[in-house]
Every structure is written in C-alpha cells, then in structure tokens.
C-alpha cells in the first residue's frame, strides 16, 4: 500500500505533527461519552508512523475511568489534532479535520459504538490491529 506524508497540527500552530498513512483514510466516530462531547474522529496509526515536529511544551494531557486513553489537547487553543486511543495505546489517533491540505485523497467513516466499549472491541475485527507497524497493508486487505 502507498503511504503518504500527512502534516497537520492544532488551531493556533503550536503544535505541528507529520503522520505516514494512507492517503484514504479509515475514520473512526466513536459515541462514547468524551468523543461525543468533543466530536473525536480519528483514524489510527502504528505509533512509528507518528513524530512530533514542535510543540511538546503546549500538550496538555487528560484521562479519566481506566486512565489509558491519553487525551492531548494544545493548552493555548484547545485543539486535539491527536491522541492515544484506548483501542490502541501502542499508537496514535489522528484527527483527519486537523490535515493540511492536499495528501488526503478520500475518507471512509465508520461508526464505532463507543457506549458498549468492550462488546464494540470483542466484535470489530481488525481496530488492534491497526496500530501495529503491517496495519496499512492489513487494512487494504479487509476493504
């Protein structure tokens, strides 16, 4: 699969990240409480697909319940551009809205029901794996 170059970053420009995806992209939209409230799409790489260009010192993290989705959010604007996701600690949730401009060539959603987290990770197929370093080509293979 040809992976891409996105860069993308948070409202004000504080923080700037570049992440190697695909260029269609595989979109998450959870319903569980704090997605809801913040609308959190994201789609999901390995965590050595994702490198911090500037901004370390504006991140801000928040978690709450089991602590291990890590909730980062540039403490000037208030932007999370990308976040540990619960599903996939071992990577990163991207969201697509917080893009630059021209390396994304389409968007699939697919509607994750976070409400019943744990019957939602036992039933879905493929989302643990799509932070392991073989997700990309393993993802092309299931669409």
């Not at 909730?71 to 551009?81: A, E, L, N």
Request: aromatic share 10%; glycine share 6%.
């Amino acid at each position: 699969m040809d992976l891409v170059k996105h860069t993308g970053g948070c409202h004000c420009g504080a923080v700037r990240f570049e992440v190697l995806s695909s260029p269609d992209l595989h979109v998450f939209q959870c319903n569980c409480s704090i997605c809801t409230k913040k609308q959190n799409h994201h789609f999901i790489v390995p965590k050595n697909h994702f490198t911090l260009l500037q901004g370390s010192d504006y991140l801000i993290t928040y978690t709450f319940n089991t602590h291990v989705a890590k909730h980062t959010f540039c403490k000037t604007c208030g932007v999370q551009s990308f976040y540990t996701p619960r599903s996939n600690p071992d990577g990163y949730g991207v969201a697509p809205h917080c893009l630059d401009p021209g390396t994304v060539r389409s968007v699939t959603v697919e509607k994750f029901c976070g409400e019943k987290w744990e019957e939602s990770m036992q039933a879905h197929k493929s989302i643990r794996d799509m932070s392991k370093p073989e997700a990309d080509a393993q993802l092309k293979n299931t669409q």
